[in-house]
């Protein structure tokens, strides 16, 4: 599987857009790009995927830029429950999951 | 849809004991993961089932510890003798296989202090 790089922390202000970094330079054509998120004490929870397209759901948007060699996860109006461990992960679709160390999210009010 | 649910969600355990952990996954989903995951890392990849197929083993799966999922449903995590750097988060999940998978869906882990 590609490997990412995030940054290890990030701080967004209440009420305003999140933007989560992502670089998978070594990415390959049938590797999908696959959020997750993780509260502290709490199991991560999947966010969204895509494999070239953006894509929308009711948590979040992901941009994927053209060469797909990095990707944004975007949480439109952050809320202080937002405050999390982002993970991005690509991998093919039916493999294992293999998590990096993610970025920190901190929601300040 | 209950969820994943997992059994005990703490453990405390003296060193040398064994100890066993149950995971029911979202009854529909064929594919069944254990992860574990130490403070500040991300979740580490331990091993994974397809029905009652046991499909990979990371190398972290040392001899003391055995996984099994009878008749595809739920899963046990057992783990012998156990030692002070046994101490982590378990957490399984469970995703659907067709092809490609929609995410996994995890529990709330088991938390195992070994003292």
């Known amino acids: 599987d590609a490997k990412t790089t995030q940054p290890p922390s990030m701080d967004c202000a209440e009420g305003r857009a999140a933007n989560l970094p992502c670089n998978h330079s070594t990415i390959s054509g049938n590797e999908y790009v696959y959020w997750y998120r993780q509260i502290h004490s709490q199991g991560p929870q999947y966010i969204i995927h895509g494999l070239k397209n953006n894509e929308t759901n009711e948590m979040a948007s992901l941009i994927i830029t053209e060469d797909r060699k990095s990707s944004t996860l975007i949480l439109p109006h952050a809320t202080l429950r937002d405050t999390a461990v982002y993970y991005c992960?690509?991998?093919?679709?039916?493999?294992?999951?293999?998590f990096g160390a993610g970025t920190r999210l901190f929601v300040k009010a | 849809d209950t969820g994943v649910s997992q059994d005990p969600r703490h453990k405390i355990t003296k060193r040398g004991q064994n100890v066993t952990f149950r995971c029911d996954p979202i009854s529909e989903h064929n594919r069944l993961y254990w992860y574990r995951q130490t403070l500040g890392q991300g979740p580490e990849f331990l091993t994974y089932f397809q029905n009652e197929a046991q499909l990979e083993k990371s190398r972290l799966l040392s001899d003391r510890f055995s996984a099994e999922r009878p008749k595809g449903s739920f899963s046990t995590l057992e783990i012998q003798r156990t030692e002070q750097g046994d101490s982590a988060m378990y957490l399984c999940a469970s995703s659907l296989d067709q092809g490609v998978d929609y995410g996994y869906t995890f529990g709330s882990g088991t938390r195992l202090t070994v003292v």
């Open positions: 992960i690509v991998r093919t679709g039916g493999f294992k999951t293999i």
